[in-house]
């Protein structure tokens, strides 16, 4: 069993619904025994810390997943989170699909609304200030290192995205192209800044991120889909 995210810590004002959960595993098994709650573990020792008033909305006060020691907020919206004790069902990831591609792009800073398209890349760099939206290409998109620059916008069409690093500067943010539906498979993710918006306030179901590692937000990141 490949276990994800034992440690979970959020930033500020964080999910409008986190599952610690994976999708894919879902269409094989009952859903209602993967995303089980708002947060889910599927291990034992699987755990959600929150950091700097930290709150999870929309997913009732009971989780299950334990709730790390030392944690003051505990703020579920309504009440404050307490674990159920119980997990959700074990799953097993598939192998990291990487790119083997030698390929590199970079979109300017400063500069208006630009655009690519997806495929295999070695390196994507999205400059400052800048708006990239990747277009439809067959619908997989593998990347080694992709880094989105401060106030930049990253648009994607609907399809699997498999990155081995992704790194959001300040003010970032990153959503799917006319509402389809984006999976983000992420052996590294980071926040080299605060205030990311991951899928902010568009439909939770269109938005799944798997981390092939611990996954932490800095403060003031706000995201909306499922997390795992």
Known sequence: MAVLLNTIKSGLLLFSLLVVSLLQQSLANNCS????????????????????????????TVL??????????????????VSS??????????????????????????????SGVQGDYDQVTIGMNTQVT????????????LTVG????????????????????ANTQLYPLNNGKIRLFVENY?????NVKLNEYRSPENFIMVSYSDLE????TNSSGFFM
Request: with cysteine; charged share 15%.
């Open 33 to 60: 025994g993967v995303f089980t709650s708002g947060v889910t573990s599927h291990s034992a020792s699987g755990q959600l810390n929150f950091v700097d008033y930290a709150r999870v909305i929309d997913s009732g």
């Open 64 to 81: 299950d997943i334990g709730i790390g020691n030392g944690t003051w907020s505990r703020d579920c919206n309504t009440g404050a989170c």
């Open 85 to 114: 004790g119980n997990i959700g069902d074990e799953i097993s990831l598939p192998s990291f699909n990487r790119s083997s591609s030698s390929s590199s792009v970079s979109f300017r800073s400063n500069w208006g609304a630009q």
């Open 134 to 145: 990747i277009n439809a290409n067959g619908g997989l998109t593998r990347i080694n290192n």
């Open 150 to 169: 401060m106030n930049a916008r990253l648009i994607l069409a609907e399809g699997d995205y498999w990155i081995s690093s992704l790194d959001m500067a």
């Open 190 to 194: 980071s926040e080299s800044g605060n």
């Open 217 to 220: 937000f800095n403060k003031n």
